[in-house]
């Protein structure tokens, strides 16, 4: 087969029975000992005429979806969801589908390297900026890096998946007693899901990020959850969507979406509610009262405080609007209330979470079909661990810049670009001497570092993630290379194996693992006496073998937990609508890409989708009321400035009649300055226009925003599905 092994060794390695057959199509813990080969030189156990099918996990978020990749005579050619993994049972998103786009990116950064920082260069041969060198120079320098420092000067950032090389991280800092490694990612921040879990905590005494049970509820009603789109699991909450809509006994469901800006998920839903920005916890606290009366019973605590008319002034809607909910929740039998995204995002957010989630302690839905859980803890975790917060992220901020930290190590998280400036992130990296990213691409991030040792591609590399929630069991998601790794890249996990017995000590005898696939091994032989998997195995050979070919392990429970509503309606709420943060005439609502996502501007194929909205591509606008449009003087493809009180950017209008009057929006996932090709030098990026302000959970007040709009007298035509003019250059009208 090759050089290293021959075909007979290889199949001992592999074990006997199921476990053989795993390895042959490349799904089992041997086949890291066979070397892949591209298409023009086959390997044995790839045929001419015939796909070969690998089961990995999608990395494009932090959902942890399974996928199935088609390869075909050494290339992968093909994406689709695996049917096997109970988060997204077969089913995927854009970002997943067009996951081959980063695979064959031409930008990727293709060998390690010393390089400049603040130069956009990553290759020798494009000049002096980078310095390419051997992956024997890399194990030395991050072992000088991790003895030659005191343990509180080395740091680790990383992205916000709870995968395999967090817990390599978690481990080795426990060894040398360095800080604990920081999780961050942009999602996370747009979420508000550390408010959304110390929410939980407060209401219901329980740790856990809250899972909402769409699928067998009759009646959703979210306050600005975009929950189809980006929200915590959008591909296992799309399902349930379906489930909802498909309905139970002949009644199909019923959904009403509550925010000023109409999203893709407020598009789906069959009543658009247009609350202003930060009314959010009246309004529900209002509803609540008002289905007291309704239902004729002793007023809780919990809307005691509730002022229906202060609420319905702060929300600018109507009493009609109000009622009807509360006629529909009335004849409903399983109603549920999501509260998420941008209606967290408040300075109020705190508040306007335990608001909602004490509507479904008040309808009785806690722990029961079509109501709220906490979710399932996933395998190999001991506890619910959520990704830093922005008060968190501003503290490790405040420690970088005062000097504290003389190496940084970076992974699967681009903070200078996902951060807001007034954070001063980039500032902050001044005063660190050594910064090393691993990165896969030329992001903002990279660029501001000192070393750049390139990881694999997430579909050519080994490991697992643990699943936070869309899913009432309990999923550990494993991923595989389905391919040979294109470039001189290498496994972060093994680079830090090899500086650790470089390094020896306790930190070689701590970690003494020769390879990432055992130190997989060393975490997935806990779960091999496991009884409630859907598969088991006598020894860990064989339990990898099946891991791998079936995507990863989970449970056949139902391990969700119910909370507990003990004294939820005897607490007394907040009812103040937020406190917003500038003098300008409108509300600023941000908000995801939900075709890009927070990663996705470098994916061409990604550029090129329509945003499901308003069908532009290529580039960002801000959103405008047609009647504030008329007032302001401008038309579609009119350049405005946006002010804050903390920044300025600049976009092309586009009228959009499903937004507030008083409100405008701009999505986040352009305006790089990196990133490559696809991605630098087009758009803007709204976090520019981000204070430092956060609600008591410590998540970003992204929402809580007034600003200014100004006409600049340019004008700029935005590429739309409608014309190909701004991309191509003519009309194709």
């Known amino acids: 087969m090759t050089d290293k092994i021959s075909r007979r060794d290889f199949l001992k390695l592999a074990g006997v029975g199921a476990a053989t057959t795993a390895v042959l199509t490349g799904c089992g813990p041997a086949s890291r000992?066979?070397?892949?080969?591209?298409?023009?030189?086959?390997?044995?156990?790839?045929?001419?005429?015939?796909?070969?099918?690998?089961?990995?996990?999608?990395?494009?978020?932090?959902?942890?979806?399974?996928?199935?990749?088609r390869t075909f005579q050494g290339r992968a050619i093909k994406v689709e969801g695996n049917q096997n993994n109970p988060v997204n049972l077969g089913k995927t998103c854009a970002r997943g589908q067009i996951s081959l786009h980063g695979l064959y990116n031409p930008d990727r950064v293709q060998n390690p390297g010393k390089h400049v920082r603040g130069e956009n260069v990553f290759s020798s041969d494009k000049g002096a900026g980078f310095q390419e060198l051997t992956w024997l120079d890399v194990t030395n320098i991050v072992a000088d890096a991790l003895t030659k420092n005191q343990p509180d000067e080395v740091?680790?950032?990383?992205?916000?998946?709870?995968d395999h090389l967090f817990d390599l991280v978690t481990d080795l800092t426990q060894t040398i007693g360095a800080p604990a490694p920081v999780r961050f990612g942009a999602l996370g921040m747009f979420e508000a899901r550390t408010t959304l879990m110390k929410a939980a905590q407060e209401l219901f005494g329980q740790s856990g990020l809250p899972f909402f049970d769409i699928g067998n509820a009759d009646l959703v009603i979210s306050f600005g959850a975009n929950f189809l789109e980006t929200w915590l699991s959008p591909v296992a909450q799309t399902r349930g969507y379906s489930q909802l809509r498909k309905g139970k006994n002949g009644r199909r469901g019923y959904f009403v979406q509550l925010e000023p800006r109409?999203?893709?998920?407020?598009?789906?839903?069959?009543?658009?509610?247009?609350?202003?920005?930060?009314?959010?916890?009246?309004?529900?606290?209002?509803?609540?009262?008002?289905?007291?009366?309704?239902?004729?019973?002793?007023?809780?605590?919990a809307f005691a405080n509730a002022d229906v008319n202060a609420a319905l002034s702060a929300a600018g809607v109507n009493p009609e609007s109000i009622q009807h909910l509360v006629d529909l929740i009335t004849a409903s039998e399983r109603p549920v209330f999501i509260p998420g995204g941008a209606a967290l995002a408040q300075n109020n957010g705190l508040?306007?979470?335990?608001?909602?989630?004490?509507?479904?302690?008040?309808?009785?839905?806690?722990?029961?079909?079509?109501?709220?859980f906490l979710s399932a803890i996933a395998p190999l975790a001991d506890e619910y661990h959520r990704p830093a917060s922005a008060k968190e992220m501003a503290d490790f901020v405040g420690k970088l810049k005062s000097g504290r930290v003389k190496t940084l190590f970076i992974h699967g998280v681009n903070p200078v670009f996902e951060l807001p400036k007034s954070l001063g992130f980039a500032d902050a990296l001044a005063n660190v001497p050594q910064v090393i990213s691993f990165a896969t691409f030329p992001d903002e991030?990279?660029?501001?570092?000192?070393?750049?040792?390139?990881?694999?591609?997430?579909?050519?590399?080994?490991?697992?993630?643990?699943?936070?929630?869309?899913?009432?069991?309990?999923?550990?998601?494993?991923?595989?290379?389905?391919?040979?790794?294109?470039?001189?890249?290498?496994?972060?996990?093994?680079?830090?194996?090899a500086a650790?017995?470089?390094?020896?000590?306790?930190?070689?005898?701590?970690?003494?693992f020769k390879d990432e696939v055992e130190f997989l091994q060393s975490k997935l032989v806990n779960l091999i006496n496991e009884s409630d998997g859907f598969f088991s195995a006598p020894e860990i050979n064989t339990f990898t073998a099946y891991f791998q070919q079936h995507g990863g392990w989970w449970k056949t429970t139902d391990d969700r937990v119910a909370p507990s509503s003990a004294d939820v309606l005897n607490r007394s709420l907040n009812a103040a609508a937020a406190r917003l943060d500038g003098d300008g005439e409108f509300f600023f609502v941000p908000f995801v890409s939900p075709i890009l996502g927070e990663a996705g501007a470098n994916k061409p194929w990604l550029q090129e989708v329509p945003d499901p909205t308003t069908t532009v591509m290529w580039n960002t606008w801000v959103e405008i009321n047609p009647d504030t449009a008329a007032k302001l003087g401008v038309d579609n493809g009119d350049v405005v400035k946006v002010t804050s009180a903390y920044g300025e950017v600049e976009a092309s209008v586009y009228k959009y009649p499903a937004i507030r009057p008083d409100t405008i929006a701009m999505p986040f996932g352009q305006g790089h300055t990196a990133y490559g090709q696809f991605a630098q030098g087009r758009g803007v990026n709204p976090a520019d226009l981000f204070g430092a302000s956060m609600n008591e959970a410590g998540d970003l007040a992204f929402a809580g925003l007034r600003v200014r709009v100004e006409k600049t007298g340019k004008t700029k035509p935005l590429a739309r599905m409608e014309s190909a003019l701004g991309v191509y250059g003519f009309d194709a009208k």
């Open 155 to 162: 740091a680790f950032l990383v992205g916000m998946a709870p």
């Open 500 to 512: 650790a017995q470089q390094a020896g000590g306790s930190l070689a005898a701590a970690l003494p």
């Open 262 to 301: 109409m999203s893709q998920t407020g598009a789906k839903a069959d009543e658009w509610v247009p609350l202003a920005a930060g009314s959010e916890a009246p309004v529900a606290l209002a509803i609540g009262r008002l289905l007291a009366e309704a239902r004729g019973i002793s007023l809780p605590p």
């Open 33 to 69: 000992y066979v070397t892949r080969e591209p298409y023009v030189k086959m390997p044995e156990y790839t045929y001419n005429g015939l796909s070969t099918y690998y089961a990995t996990t999608c990395r494009e978020c932090s959902a942890g979806c399974g996928l199935i990749v």
């Open 351 to 372: 508040q306007t979470a335990e608001a909602v989630l004490a509507l479904n302690a008040f309808v009785g839905n806690l722990g029961q079909s079509g109501g709220v």
């Open 445 to 497: 991030t990279a660029v501001q570092a000192d070393y750049v040792f390139p990881d694999h591609h997430s579909l050519e590399s080994w490991g697992y993630q643990k699943v936070a929630t869309g899913a009432s069991s309990s999923v550990l998601s494993g991923s595989q290379p389905v391919i040979v790794p294109f470039f001189n890249t290498k496994s972060t996990v093994d680079v830090l194996l």
